[in-house]
């Protein structure tokens, strides 16, 4: 399953305030500043619902990925299980 | 001078050449109002192909300056990159404002002057960003936030994630997002540590 760690830092915790509203996504506290987003299922992100610039969405995962990046847009980002198939 | 701690006070200034002197006045103290605080002008010293040259500070601030070297008689060198590339960007010079309404104003003054302002928000700082004409890039910065000993750690992290998978292969990182998951393992790691 895919997880990312957030700094739980004002700029990267809408990441963490959305996947809190999603049923398929688990949100903890990791430690060491760090919290943890973890899915059963790709994790998704819209850039304009998480309210990033463009200069803040493009560095917003450097916290950490397990998985893998299989779409990183202008707007849309979908992590997936580093073993998920890609459906290009 | 064993008791005496090794710690810096900031910047005092940062020096680059040019060759557009009256332009490069024009710009630093006419249009951005900074005082001329120093020059030394100089006879060629040194190495025996030393030109002559001037060297000019302006304050920027809390006893910071910006300096150029003015050197006399020698040609530009010629630019292997174009102006308007990425990699011209990197090298810059970013100055503090304190305040939001400060950058805004800086924003107003330097619009007024006719010059193409680029406005930026990125994680902790706010900026502005205008090109010299030297073609060099001036940022003025507001600091958001205040950097916490978390925002260190996690920077440690991200360097440690990149020159590992480097040492690992040989050659240079190529994609961000495998430091990016090499950078899990490594919050996890020191995550069971401090367990």
């Given at each position: 399953m895919p997880a990312i760690f957030v700094l739980d830092v004002p700029e990267f915790r809408a990441l963490a305030e959305i996947a809190r509203t999603r049923p398929d996504c688990r949100v903890s506290?990791?430690?060491?500043g760090y919290l943890l987003i973890e899915s059963d299922h790709d994790i998704v992100f819209d850039r304009r619902e998480l309210g990033f610039t463009p200069a803040v969405w493009y560095g917003a995962f450097t916290g950490g990925v397990e998985g893998r990046i299989a779409e990183f847009g202008r707007d849309t980002v979908r992590i997936v299980a580093v073993n998920a198939a890609d459906p290009r | 001078m064993p008791d005496v701690p090794t710690e810096l006070g900031g910047v005092h200034h940062t020096a680059r050449p040019t060759w557009k002197l009256k332009e490069t006045v024009e710009f630093y103290h006419d249009i951005l109002g900074l005082p001329i605080v120093h020059a030394i002008s100089a006879i060629g010293w040194g190495p025996v192909d030393h030109p002559d040259f001037i060297h000019v500070f302006f304050g920027s601030g809390r006893d910071s300056t910006i300096a150029f070297f003015y050197y006399l008689g020698t040609p530009e060198p010629e630019q292997e990159l174009p102006p308007e590339s990425w990699l011209n960007k990197s090298v810059h010079t970013a100055w503090r404002v304190d305040t939001r309404e400060q950058l805004l104003a800086w924003k107003e003054r330097l619009e007024a002057r006719g010059l193409p302002v680029l406005q930026v928000r990125h994680e902790i700082i706010e900026s502005i960003y205008v090109t010299d004409p030297n073609g060099y890039m001036i940022e003025f910065t507001w600091q958001v936030r205040a950097m916490t000993q978390y925002d260190g750690l996690d920077a440690e992290l991200t360097l440690a994630a990149a020159i590992g998978i480097e040492q690992e292969q040989g050659k240079r990182v190529t994609e961000i997002e495998t430091v990016w998951q090499r950078k899990a393992q490594l919050v996890r790691k020191k995550l069971a540590e401090a367990a």
């Open positions: 506290v990791a430690g060491m | -």
